[in-house]
């Protein structure tokens, strides 16, 4: 059997960095070869590459001027027909598989590169921004996902229950992927027109991305809203000191949700994950705020230490 470039295979690297800017949730990105957003993306060179995470933190940094702190990996990427937005098309462009990575960071200063730039999330996937009820474009994506149904039990079942289209279904903010592949399957998201050779769909929803990125994106996004539940991942978002008020900002950014203020705020004293400072914030624009710290110490793998997420009614 031939090597992956003799099979005409090549292995790529995604970056999902996320990072809180005026209180919105950003992914970094960089322009694509049209245009569009990308995420961070660079060959894995199996004779000069060690590991896969090393190749990853050094194009990132080359291509962002970011240095990545802590990764996970996400998924990999690799159904026929994806490729490299850097790719150059043609007959001998490869098969592209691209393993993607998660990475969180409190730094959210500008790029030092200017192509570059933080993007708002809920800029690319509005319909997961519930923080103010349902946003204006939710009634026309279940219509028009309802027209695509055209009766189809199954298919009802899956809008219904994905976009908690009746009462009988409650939304679940770490479905992320799954509305994005159903929109992705009903011709309602440009990539689907792009990859069909289709005319976008007139007023399709949210901010394109190249290849396949918004997908991995999905992935990354979802990801993150399940970990938010069970371990403490959104202090990797915070800076050093932080209000409460703070806290709970950053963790509505994130899951799209509307939290109830003391429900919160009980819920984080239960975990006992943060203490007070003893020092207060006059960055609130009102009353002064107790700042807080996270509580150093090593937690156990096996400890469910999230933080609640109780929405408003």
Not at 77 to 101: I, K, Q
Not at 207 to 229: E, N, Q
Not at 234 to 249: A, C, H, N, V
Not at 260 to 266: E, I, P, S
């Amino acid at each position: 059997m031939g090597s992956p470039a003799e099979q005409g295979v090549r292995i790529g690297l995604s970056a999902v960095v996320i990072a809180l800017r005026d209180r919105k949730a950003c992914v970094l990105t960089t322009p694509g070869p049209d245009g569009g957003a990308a995420l961070p993306f660079g060959p894995f060179d199996p004779a000069r590459d060690r590991t896969f995470e090393l190749a990853l933190r050094d194009f990132v940094t080359a291509q962002t001027g970011f240095r990545l702190g802590f990764v996970e990996q996400l998924y990999t990427f690799g159904d026929l027909g994806r490729a490299s937005p850097r790719a150059t098309p043609g007959p001998e462009r490869r098969r592209e598989v691209s393993v993607g990575y998660l990475a969180l960071t409190a730094d959210a200063a500008d790029a030092p590169l200017a192509e570059a730039r933080w993007t708002p999330v809920l800029d690319i996937f509005p319909w997961e921004d519930r923080r103010d009820g349902d946003p204006a474009c939710l009634a026309p994506l279940i219509s028009d996902l309802t027209a695509w149904a055209a009766g189809d039990a199954r298919r009802q079942a899956r809008i219904d229950s994905l976009f908690a289209a009746t009462l009988a279904h409650r939304w679940s903010e770490s479905r992320v992927l799954e509305r994005y592949e159903l929109l992705y399957e009903a011709g309602l998201v440009a990539e689907s027109a792009r990859d069909q050779n289709r005319p976008p769909a007139p007023g399709a929803p949210g901010r394109s991305m190249v290849s396949d990125h918004r997908r991995i994106l999905a992935t990354g996004l979802g990801r993150l809203r399940s970990k938010l539940k069970y371990r403490p991942v959104l202090f990797d978002l915070m800076p050093p000191t932080f209000t409460l008020s703070e806290l709970q900002s950053a963790a509505e950014a994130i899951a799209g949700l509307s939290l109830h203020k003391q429900n919160f705020r009980r819920g984080v004293e239960r975990t006992s994950l943060v203490q007070p400072t003893g020092r207060l914030s006059a960055a609130t624009g009102g009353r002064p705020a107790e700042l807080f710290r996270v509580i150093d110490g090593d937690l156990s793998p096996g400890e469910a230490l999230g933080l609640p997420l109780p929405a408003q009614r």
